[in-house]
């Protein structure tokens, strides 16, 4: 019996109230990702991609329809609920690096440690999260004093320190160039081959796309095709 789905939605809807008008960003999304999947979720401004994200990541409430996050019914958990599955099973990564300008690198990724009740001081796996990314001697600066290339590996780091069954990025090369773009890319690619790590990358640039296994593309706020790059 295969493994089920660590992601699975049906018919998910959002709809806004814009005044009088209603906005349907979601028409009866149906998706599967399967763990250790690198999928990319690609579509211009307005097909849905980012609000299908913020749901996924329990940032936006769903109008109607299901989501299931490693096996766990998103739907029907409070609100309570579901800031503890974001605490332990998702991880985000940002295009804008959200990294707290008065912390150091070091304390930027440690804060998701704290807030999810770890013990930083005892975790075996910083260090080496730290040498695959490539940041190890940049954790006393604070964000000013670093790249835009460097401040999104600190918020990577931050994004899998907790080790999440789910990593969520939305646009994680939008603010880079394209020398820095390859690199975390890259890097997103390694973290999925080397770790495992199941990744949900929302992106409008096909390049970056090109880095998954598979590419979802959204149209009007409905999935209208699937590209398998490379089987897992």
Do not use: C
């Not at 992601?7 to 998706?31: F, M, N, P, S």
């Not at 769903?62 to 409070?78: C, E, H, I, K, Q």
């Not at 390859?182 to 990744?199: E, F, M, P, Y």
């Not at 970056?208 to 790059?229: E, P, T, W």
Request: hydrophobic content about 40%; cysteine-free.
């Amino acid at each position: 019996m295969s493994e089920p789905p660590i992601i699975e939605v049906r018919g998910l809807t959002k709809t806004y109230q814009v005044g009088e008008v209603a906005v349907h960003a979601l028409r009866g999304v149906d998706l599967e990702i399967r763990k250790g999947e690198f999928v990319a979720i690609i579509g211009a401004s307005g097909s849905g991609k980012s609000t299908l994200f913020h749901i996924l990541g329990g940032l936006t409430p769903m109008t109607s329809g299901t989501v299931w996050l490693n096996g766990r019914d998103f739907a029907g958990m409070t609100n309570a609920e579901r800031t503890e599955l974001r605490k332990t099973t998702v991880g985000f990564v940002f295009q804008k690096y959200n990294l707290l300008p008065t912390l150091s690198a070091e304390d930027n990724i440690r804060i998701v440690q704290y807030i999810a009740g770890r013990d930083a001081a005892f975790d075996p796996g910083f260090q080496e999260i730290l040498g695959l990314l490539g940041i190890a001697d940049r954790m006393k600066h604070k964000p000013r004093a670093l790249s835009g290339g460097q401040q999104q590996r600190v918020a990577i780091a931050r994004g899998i320190v907790n080790s999440p069954a789910i990593l969520l990025a939305d646009e994680p090369t939008g603010n880079l160039d394209s020398e820095n773009s390859a690199a975390v890319l890259k890097l997103l690619k390694d973290l999925n081959r080397r770790l495992g790590q199941t990744i949900l990358m929302i992106t409008h640039d096909a390049d970056a796309a090109s880095y998954a296994d598979r590419i979802v593309k959204m149209k009007d706020g409905r999935i209208v095709g699937h590209f398998a790059l490379r089987f897992v």
